[in-house]
């Protein structure tokens, strides 16, 4: 079964201070693609970065990094220079074939993610 | 441009009721993907449609369903609503029908309330 994990509920950072959220899955599809979401307490959820299972290098999207890291199963965001803006809830979210052949995206529980001034 | 647009944005219905939500995806987007979140089941996949055709679908019982229509717009019902549908729902489009490569652009969700 797919699955994707989060274990920190929340997470307190100082402003300007790098963090790193975790997230490990679980699919037996070798193809699958890899994404975090931010979702602030608008309810809109906002694309932040995505990794494709065979792409060899970790992406980058501004301030915001993706550790991959494929043999541990482990795909952790890692915002730099934090801002007040970036407290909000944040998914670690896997596309990828189920065993029954369909793709049915998968979504972790989230972090919350509080900066502190 | 515009982003994925969902109406109603609140909504509160009666037990046993029905409801259909809309979405419009961004102009260009063929793929519209439904999602309930809850705080005790977190974020999941109720379906996803593209170029009208149901392609993936999650485990929800029959009383949730959509459609997509030619303009890409889509609709999801839910008939005989319970206390338990009380949720936000969210819509999300996706430009291409790449199954894993593609990132999804969320609207602003409805927020149901059953009472």
């Known amino acids: 079964a797919q699955k994707i994990t989060q274990t920190q509920p929340g997470m307190f950072v100082q402003e300007k201070e790098a963090v790193t959220l975790d997230c490990t899955y679980d699919?037996?599809?070798?193809?699958?693609?890899l994404f975090w979401y931010k979702q602030p307490s608008s309810g809109e959820m906002i694309f932040l970065i995505y990794?494709?299972?065979?792409?060899?290098q970790n992406a980058t999207e501004g301030r915001y990094s993706l550790n991959f890291q494929k043999a541990r199963k482990s795909a952790n965001l890692v915002i730099s220079a934090s801002q007040l803006g970036d407290s909000a809830m944040y998914f670690c979210?896997?596309?990828?074939?189920?065993?029954?052949?369909?793709?049915?995206?998968?979504f972790g529980r989230g972090t919350s993610l509080i900066v502190h001034p | 441009k515009a982003g994925v647009t969902q109406t109603p944005r609140y909504l509160i219905k009666t037990r046993g009721q029905q409801v259909t939500l809309s979405c419009s995806p961004i102009s260009g987007h063929r793929s519209v993907s439904w999602y309930q979140q809850t705080p005790g089941q977190g974020l999941q996949f109720l379906f996803e449609y593209f170029s009208e055709t149901q392609r993936n679908k999650g485990n929800f019982p029959g009383r949730f369903s959509g459609r997509q229509f030619s303009n890409s717009r889509s609709e999801m019902n839910v008939s005989t609503l319970e206390l338990g549908d009380s949720a936000l729902y969210l819509c999300a489009s996706r430009k291409g029908g790449g199954y894993v490569n593609t990132e999804a652009f969320f609207g602003q969700g409805t927020r149901l309330t059953v009472v």
């Open positions: 979210a896997m596309r990828a074939a189920s065993s029954g052949g369909s793709y049915i995206p998968t």
């Open positions: 699919t037996s599809d070798p193809s699958y693609g």
């Open positions: 990794q494709g299972s065979y792409d060899q």
